[in-house]
């Protein structure tokens, strides 16, 4: 008979239970970061289900990593948009 395949959200949440140790070993303040990692995780719940790696672990990685890559493009565009607007100003008030 073959093995029962959990479902993905069933398996980070395995995961969240795992890191718990590592968890109470953080500074407070850190611990609070470590739980927005698993959140960011969280959202791709979904492509994890498609994924079915071996090491589900990865997934959850890659799911942060996306998340993070998402808000590393958001704010160069904000810091692009603001270097913009001060050279504009810069300009316009040497003129």
């Known amino acids: 008979m073959g093995r029962t395949v959990l479902p993905f959200s069933r398996v980070l949440e395995q995961e969240v239970q795992e890191w718990r140790k590592f968890r109470r070993g953080l500074r ?12 960011e995780a969280r959202l791709h719940v979904q ?16 799911s942060i990593l996306l998340e993070h890559e998402k808000a590393l493009v958001e704010m160069r565009s904000k810091l692009r948009a603001l270097e913009e607007k001060s050279e ?5 008030s040497k003129g």
């Open 28 to 39: 407070k303040e850190d611990q609070q970061f470590l739980d927005r990692l698993f959140e």
């Open 47 to 62: 492509a994890g289900v498609y994924a079915s790696r071996p090491w589900p672990f990865e997934t959850v990685l890659i």
């Open 88 to 92: 504009g100003e810069i300009f316009l």
